[in-house]
Antibody, heavy 123, light 110 residues
Framework: EVQLLESGGGLVQPGGSLRLSCAAS????????MSWVRQAPGKGLEWVSV???????YYADSVKGRFTMSRDNSKNTLYLQMSSLRAEDTAVYYC?????????????????WGQGTLVTVSS | QTVVTQEPSFSVSPGGTVTLTCGLS?????????PSWYQQTPGQAPRTLLY???TRSSGVPDRFSGSILGNKAALTITGAQADDESDYYC??????????FGGGTKLTVL
């Protein structure tokens, strides 16, 4: 059974930093692309970033230059390092497994989701 | 900045059929955008319904179907049930690693 367990959320001041983790199990983690998706309170879902199985990363414009996504295949863990945080980064952050299409490293869809971790940016 | 558009809300009667759409602020949606659809109830993580326009995810009942209608992707629910009352999101793959969610449609079954 695929399981994704996010951790690391909490309250942080504007301008601060936070690192989220996503522990994966139930599949061969190193073989799959992974994504972060967030949802601000009362708002819709927003794609944040994706990392291919090879470690190539892509980001939404809203977080580019501030967030860094990485993976440790030896620990089956995904990370999102967030810096220069703003109030508008307040959201539940979901880790999602990416099912890629044949011939692509990141094109595809999200097939499994974690339960999310809440990040609150406030003074 | 590309915007993916969805109806903010929709209602359907129990047993009825409803079609939700997913468009682009500029241009037409085609299968090349690999449209996918997700269902979310309040306080829960999203659930994957459809991918690659019309392929159902494992365990999704066949009353959920996907298509391209005109210049939009579409999610059709046939024989709506009370527990279909949820938020529905489409996602389009824009290339270069970028995915974009639509704003979501709140579906009411009444």
């Amino acid at each position: 059974e695929v399981q994704l367990l996010e951790s690391g959320g909490g309250l942080v001041q504007p301008g601060g930093s936070l690192r989220l983790s996503c522990a994966a199990s139930g599949f061969t983690f190193s073989s799959y692309a992974m994504s972060w998706v967030r949802q601000a309170p009362g708002k819709g879902l927003e794609w944040v970033s994706v990392i291919s199985s090879a470690g190539d990363t892509y980001y939404a414009d809203s977080v580019k230059g501030r967030f860094t996504m990485s993976r440790d295949n030896s620990k089956n863990t995904l990370y999102l390092q967030m810096s220069s945080l703003r109030a508008e980064d307040t959201a539940v952050y979901y880790c999602a497994k990416r099912k890629t299409l044949p011939g692509s490293t990141v094109a595809g869809y999200f097939d499994y989701w974690g339960q999310g971790t809440l990040v609150t940016v406030s003074s | 900045q590309t915007v993916v558009t969805q109806e903010p809300s929709f209602s359907v009667s129990p047993g009825g059929t409803v079609t939700l759409t997913c468009g682009l602020s500029s241009g037409s949606v085609s299968t090349a955008y690999y449209p996918s659809w997700y269902q979310q109830t309040p306080g829960q993580a999203p659930r994957t319904l459809l991918y690659s326009t019309n392929t159902r995810s494992s365990g999704v009942p066949d009353r959920f179907s996907g298509s391209i209608l005109g210049n939009k992707a579409a999610l059709t629910i046939t024989g709506a049930q009370a527990d279909d009352e949820s938020d529905y999101y489409c996602v389009l793959y824009m290339g270069s690693g970028i995915s974009v969610f639509g704003g979501g449609t709140k579906l009411t079954v009444l």
